[in-house]
């Protein structure tokens, strides 16, 4: 589990493709290195990959052909910067929301409109998933636990805080990048179940 807290970020330093298969390594912040092992979960924009293997800062991760065709993660190159999270412990402070890094779909960023006081960035999600997608509800954005803006047809914003901007790579972020997605697990329960219960009851 993750918090969408995101710890930092960290460089894709090396990529080894194979046939639908893919192995990159990242250079960690030397916060998150104590304590790691191979096995261990840490989110990547928000996506839950598996240490294989760790020299000094260096820490590698495989990419299954579902993880590069789901995410934006087969688009990154050597010199990329992704947002970085270790797995929550028990007893850990939930400062944003309850995430499982997995990501469901990707959104396209539409527009970044920045003024003194506030950066906006408006994203356009596939049809199927807006109905999980609410005014003041959390969202997963590249693995940041974030609270939902407006919402119009099947676009949405967020506003973002100059810490967010500094801590993440959500900052560096144009119109036409391609996002990972997490919806609120509870926001889709809630959403399914009420789906379902009225489909009964038409029945």
């Not at 840490?42 to 299954?64: Q, R």
């Not at 934006?72 to 400062?95: M, P, S």
């Not at 967010?164 to 889709?188: A, F, M, S, V, Y």
Request: hydrophobic share 40%.
């Amino acid at each position: 589990m993750f918090t969408g807290i995101v710890q930092g970020t960290a460089e894709v330093v090396q990529i080894d493709e194979r046939e639908k298969f893919r192995t990159h390594v990242v250079r960690l912040p030397e916060a998150l290195l104590p304590g790691l092992a191979p096995g261990a979960s840490v989110a990547h924009n928000g996506c839950c990959l598996t240490v294989v293997k760790i020299d000094g800062d260096s820490v590698s991760f495989d990419l299954m052909q579902e993880t590069l065709k789901v995410t934006n993660l087969g688009e990154l190159k050597v010199g990329g910067v992704v947002n970085v999270e270790r797995a929550a412990r028990f007893g850990d402070e939930i400062g944003g929301h309850a995430m499982s890094g997995h990501i469901l779909t990707t959104a396209e960023v539409t527009k970044v409109i920045e003024s003194p006081n506030n950066h906006q960035i408006w994203f356009r999600l596939p049809q199927q998933w807006m109905k999980y997608v609410f005014t003041k509800g959390y969202i997963g954005i590249d693995g940041i636990s974030l609270t939902i803006g407006d919402v119009e047809g099947n676009e949405f914003n967020v506003n973002l805080i100059p810490e967010t901007l500094q801590r993440t790579n959500i900052g560096t972020r144009k119109t036409g990048d391609r996002i990972n997605i997490e919806i609120d697990p509870q926001t889709q329960a809630i959403v399914d179940t009420v789906e379902r219960v009225m489909g009964e009851r038409e029945n």
